[in-house]
């Protein structure tokens, strides 16, 4: 018995290492591609944090999931909704909306699901997803 618990200790560890690395170099080298936008939080008007992440386009609004444990600037976004957008050619001021109505919730989840291998790396966080809606004013 001894054996087993010391075995599944050391399995826990290892796979709680791996996590803690994949999600660090994800954060360190945020990789970008086409299907990706860097999202600017503020903290305060001096303060701007910049995060790549990926886009989700979907029923003609502008998404991003919030999929990974270090989310500082995801409670950042909750105290303070007014982002900075770009992504292409495009770069706008917008409010960040966390999504909480269910039927949305599913339809986007469904149009974007995760696969069992990236919630396995990330160590399976809670998913919440994020509208950003352009302001009025960007779109003149």
């Known amino acids: 018995m001894k054996r087993a618990a010391k075995y599944a200790g050391f399995t826990l560890a290892v796979y709680v290492g791996l996590v803690i690395a994949f999600e660090s170099l994800i954060g360190y080298f945020q990789p970008q591609n ?81 696969s069992w291998w990236f919630k396995l790396l990330t160590g399976y966080p809670p998913r919440y997803f994020v509208r950003l809606e352009p302001d009025a004013e960007a779109l003149t």
């Open 34 to 114: 086409a299907a990706t936008l860097s999202l600017t939080v503020y903290e305060s008007k001096t303060q701007p944090h910049e995060r790549v992440l990926s886009r989700i386009e979907h029923d003609n609004k502008l998404y991003v999931a919030v999929n990974h444990w270090p989310r500082a600037w995801f409670r950042t976004l909750q105290e303070n909704p007014s982002v900075r957008v770009a992504y292409a050619d495009q770069d706008f001021a917008a409010t960040a909306r966390v999504v909480e109505d269910q039927a949305e919730l599913s339809s986007i989840e469904t149009a974007r699901p995760l």
